[in-house]
Each structure stands twice: as C-alpha cells, then as structure tokens.
C-alpha cells in the first residue's frame, strides 16, 4: 500500500472495486427453436437507438443486396419505418424488455399496438421480451391478447435479476448462443458525462465529441419518439440511465460474455461497432464505407 492509497482513504474517497462476473442464465421458452433459423448463421445489423444511425437511414440502399439478419430493440418500429422499407426488407427479430414506471399507459398506447403491427405481419418474424412484460399486459389488456402470435413469441425468465449492464448486453449474449456469424452494431453511440469515463480506455480523443450534457434528447435518432416514451412511461422526458450504461457495459461486458461462453461451451462472436465517436469503447470501430468491404467478404 503506497502513501497515494492512504491519502484516498484519508479523505474518504471510494476504492475501485473489481468487477467479477456472475453467473448469467438465459432461461428462455415459446418459440425458442426459430432464433437459429432465422438467424441462419448469418450477418447481424443490430440497429439501435444513437443518432449515428442516420448515416445507414442515408445509404441503406448501399447494404440492400446483402444477405443481413436486421434486428433491433426497444423503439424498433422506427428502424422498420424510417430505414428498412426503403429497401423492402423487415425486422427479422427485435427484443423488448425494458420496464417503465406507469406501465398501464404505456403498455396501452406504446407498447401493445407497436407490438400487434410486427406480430400481424405475415412473414416469420420472432419477438424476444421478458415474462414479467407479458404478465403485465395480460393484466392490462386481457390474458388472450398474444394468443394468436405464440408461434412468434420468445420469453425470457428472471430478467429483473440478471447482472447485465443493459438490454444491449442481453441481446448479444442471445446472439452469441444462436449462433451469429458476425454482428454489426449500428446506433450504438453511447452517452454520459466526461467524469464517468476518467477510468475507461480509449481509442480516441473522438470518443468524447458531442456528449457534454446529460439527459439529453439530442443523442438519439428520432428522439421526438424517445420524448414521447419518456413522457408516458415515466412522466419525464428527461429520464434515462443513458448516462451510466456506457461506462459500466466498458467496465463488464467481455467479462460477463468471457463467462458466459466458457459456461456455456460457445464461442465468443466478433462484433463490431459503425459508430466512429461512439462511447461504448470495447468493440473495434469501422465506418460506412469499411462495413461494405466486410460484408463483401463475408459473402464471397
């Protein structure tokens, strides 16, 4: 122990404490033997929500003739709607488990009509959410109302308890055991104030540009939805643990995945980040224009 530990304890300052990965189980059922099928050992585009993301709703017709597995979370309507009809292609699978506060309005006008429009559809599409989700929309809106789209349903068990930073963590650990080629993150920006990452690597002083304030809409593609889901799940529109994700997925998530695999006999998948100023530092970086020799290559 040198003079500058005792000092800290002196003045009463925390000591970083090493994070050890738990135990994680994906205790999952309904449809749960469609994930490999669809995801037939392909590419993934994994859309999500950061506002980097306008740069594939730009040049989605660059990516059309590509054999990708589009996915995405949360908010996936807006990803269906404002990039993938452009090229006539859908969501093959989304995930949503995120919980809100005022669950009984925002189940009835957010979630269960955003829902019924990707279950309706006639192709074969999966739905990933958790348990908990579906027992509150059954109190909600009557225990029949996802009846007719089991053969579509995939629900996962004890969510609320599983150690994972956020629903991007448990979406590539899914990915992982089913078994993806290679998975292409886009939106994935990250968000926080500079003092949340004073102890996170690096790969650039880029990484830092245009992320200043917290809670703020400004980050996000589309963020007049996020306000609007905002007000009606949490009667705010600034609330968002946006802030703290980024730093705390840097700080755990190949540790959690590093046990997962091991535990689970699977290999680790190569996933890579389309955001050049993203905050989530742990994934190597390309753009655009890389994307298209990587996906030309994994198709040759």
């Not at 799940?233 to 190949?254: C, I, M, R, V």
Request: aromatic residues 10%; neutral net charge.
């Amino acid at each position: 122990m040198g003079i500058k530990w005792l000092l800290r304890r002196a003045k009463g300052s925390p000591m970083p404490v090493e994070f050890k990965a738990p135990k994680i189980e994906l205790k999952v059922t309904g449809a749960v033997h469609k994930i490999s099928e669809i995801i037939g050992n392909r590419e993934v585009g994994l859309m999500l929500h950061g506002k980097s993301i306008e740069e594939l709703e730009n040049r989605i017709e660059e990516f059309k003739d590509y054999d990708v597995c589009w996915v995405s979370l949360n908010k996936f309507d807006i990803m269906q709607k404002y990039i993938l009809n452009k090229i006539d292609k859908n969501l093959r699978m989304v995930l949503d488990i995120g919980e809100v506060h005022y669950r009984d309005d925002f189940e009835k006008q957010i979630r269960i009509p955003r829902w019924l429009e990707y279950l309706q559809r006639e192709d074969d599409n999966l739905l990933v959410t958790s348990q908990d989700i579906i027992d509150g929309i059954h109190e909600v809106a009557g225990e029949n109302i996802l009846d007719p789209y089991q053969h579509k349903i995939v629900s996962m068990h004890g969510c609320r308890q599983l150690e994972v930073p956020n629903s991007l963590g448990v979406y590539l650990l899914l990915l992982t055991q089913y078994s993806a080629k290679k998975i292409f993150l886009f939106g994935c920006d990250g968000f926080g104030r500079k003092s949340a990452f004073k102890n996170t690597p690096l790969w650039s002083g880029k990484e830092m540009e245009f992320r200043d304030e917290n809670q703020s809409l400004a980050t996000y593609f589309k963020p007049e939805y996020t306000k609007q889901e905002r007000i009606v799940g949490f009667k705010d529109e600034t609330a968002s643990g946006l802030h703290s994700d980024s730093p705390t997925f840097n700080d755990q998530y190949n540790k959690i995945l590093s046990r997962y695999c091991q535990e689970n006999n699977l290999r680790p998948v190569e996933t890579v980040n389309v955001s050049f100023n993203s905050l989530f530092t742990i994934f190597r970086k390309i753009s655009y224009d890389t994307l298209k020799g990587e996906l030309y290559s994994c198709h040759q």
